[in-house]
T-cell receptor, first 109, second 114 residues
C-alpha cells in the first residue's frame, strides 16, 4: 500500500481557507490520491480524488505536487460542518481503501 | 437519489451467535465494499464485490464472509461472534469498476457483542 502521512490534528477558523497536507512518498505512478472525511457518528464521505493534475469540485480542491509525493486538500471557506476527520489515501489498485488515522480538523466559530 | 442503505442500524448479539448484515448500494453501482471500524484499529477493509464476485479480501478470519446478489445488494455474515467483533460495520458502493474510486458509504451497522 502507498503509505500516507498526515498531521494528527489541525485547527481553523470559520470562513477561512484550510490547507490539509498529506505526504505519500511511496505512491506509484498509477495510484490515485483519494480524500475522504468522516463527520461524527457518520460513515466516511467522499471528498475528492486525483491522479496528476489539480482537481476541483464543489466541496474542495486537491493540489498535487509535481513529483506526486505530496498533496494538499483545500477547503476554501471552512464552516462548522467541515469539522471532521480527513483521510488521505493512496490507492494501490486493490479496489480497497486503506484508511490511516487521518487529520482531525477542528473549526472554531 | 437514494444513498447506500444498511440494515439494521443497531444490533446486539451474544458471543457464539452469528449475524448477517445487509447493504443496498446506490442504484447502478456494482462495486460493494465492507469495512470494520473500531476505536482501536480504525477503519479496516473487509472485502469487495463486483458483479457477484469477491475480488479482494482484507486480513480477517474466515468467520467473516460475504456475498453479493445479482441486483448488487450485498450481505456480510459473521459466525461464532467474539467480543472483539463489536464494531461499526460500513458498506460502500461505487459506480466505478475500480471499486475504491468515489465510494459512497452508508451510515453503518453498530454491532455490539455481549
Amino acid at each position: 500500500d502507498a503509505k500516507t502521512t498526515q498531521p494528527n490534528s489541525m485547527e481553523s477558523n470559520e470562513e477561512e481557507p484550510v490547507h490539509l497536507p498529506c505526504n505519500h512518498s511511496t505512491i506509484s505512478g498509477t495510484d490515485y490520491i483519494h480524500w475522504y472525511r468522516q463527520l461524527p457518528s457518520q460513515g466516511p464521505e467522499y471528498v475528492i480524488h486525483g491522479l496528476t493534475s489539480n482537481v476541483n469540485n464543489r466541496m474542495a480542491s486537491l493540489a498535487i505536487a509535481e513529483d506526486r509525493k505530496s498533496s494538499t486538500l483545500i477547503l476554501h471557506r471552512a464552516t462548522l460542518r467541515d469539522a471532521a476527520v480527513y483521510y488521505c489515501i493512496g490507492d494501490t489498485g486493490r479496489r480497497a481503501l486503506t484508511f490511516g488515522s487521518g487529520t482531525r480538523l477542528q473549526v472554531q466559530p | 437519489k437514494a444513498g447506500v442503505t444498511q440494515t439494521p442500524r443497531y444490533l446486539i448479539k451474544t458471543r457464539g451467535q452469528q449475524v448477517t448484515l445487509s447493504c443496498s448500494p446506490i442504484s447502478g453501482h456494482r462495486s460493494v465494499s465492507w469495512y470494520q471500524q473500531t476505536p482501536g484499529q480504525g477503519l479496516q477493509f473487509l472485502f469487495e464485490y463486483f458483479s457477484e464476485t469477491q475480488r479482494n479480501k482484507g486480513n480477517f478470519p474466515g468467520r467473516f464472509s460475504g456475498r453479493q446478489f445479482s441486483n448488487s445488494r450485498s450481505e456480510m455474515n459473521v459466525s461464532t461472534l467474539e467480543l472483539g467483533d463489536s464494531a461499526l460495520y460500513l458498506c460502500a458502493s461505487s459506480l466505478w469498476e475500480q471499486g475504491g474510486l468515489e465510494a459512497f458509504f452508508g451510515q453503518g451497522t453498530r454491532l455490539t457483542v455481549v
